[in-house]
């Protein structure tokens, strides 16, 4: 007898603007025992680590891009991808599809573990229309001020770079349409992590 893999639970898709405070409600989540999965990072090992991610961006873009150590140029392919709309695409289809499997392995872990519920740190969610992929989306707002503050002071980015981001992401409005609840980060670490916390509960009871 085919004993059935175990059923796939629930994803709650976490998501917001930059400097938003989305990886603080992350890291909040994760501290209280929920499994996060944080899709940036798996978007970052396929180009960091040696392997056949970096040789299909090799033979997409070019060996410049190859650094020393066998990993790609990320700022130089970035400076490429941003002004090249084709050539973003082609780089999201090789690295997006190694995250799809990358994820789909840590949710048979979380079903295999009987885990009530599985988190999507998804900075780009909305921006790639994955919304009908979860049970319930939660965005993270913040002033745009703060926002700007808070990546200038903690990345040592400037403000004109800060701005590029937030122009090629979804904004606010958008995000209060879409999300199913939202975080206010408007305060301190404590006020947030309270919110963060209370949206999580109401949206497990839910489930």
């Given at each position: 007898m085919t004993i059935p893999a175990p059923a796939t639970p629930p994803r709650i898709g976490l998501t917001g603007g930059i400097g938003s405070g989305k990886s603080t409600v992350a890291a909040i989540w994760r501290d209280a025992g929920h499994r996060v999965i944080d899709l940036d990072a798996h978007s970052r090992a396929v180009l960091d680590a040696p392997g056949d991610?970096?040789?299909?961006?090799?033979?997409?873009?070019?060996d410049r891009f190859r650094?020393?150590?066998?990993?790609?140029d990320r700022a130089a392919l970035a400076a490429l991808v941003f002004a090249d709309a084709g050539a973003r695409a082609d780089l999201e289809a090789i690295v997006l599809t190694r995250v799809d499997r990358a994820v789909a392995a840590e949710e048979r872990e979380a079903a295999a573990a009987g885990e009530a519920l599985v988190v999507h740190?998804?900075?780009l969610l909305l921006e790639k229309h994955r919304d009908a992929e979860y049970a319930a989306v939660v965005a993270v707002l913040a002033r745009r001020e703060d926002r700007i503050r808070r990546v200038v002071r903690d990345r040592a980015k400037d403000r004109a770079y800060v701005e590029s981001i937030m122009a090629a992401q979804v904004t606010d409005l958008e995000r209060?349409?879409?999300?199913?609840?939202?975080?206010?980060?408007?305060?301190?670490?404590?006020?947030?992590?309270?919110?963060?916390?209370h949206a999580l509960a109401v949206l497990v009871g839910a489930l």
């Open positions: 991610g970096v040789e299909e961006a090799v033979a997409r873009f070019g650094t020393s150590g066998g990993t790609i740190d998804s900075p209060i349409r879409r999300a199913d609840r939202l975080v206010l980060n408007t305060t301190d670490r404590e006020a947030l992590a309270q919110r963060a916390q």
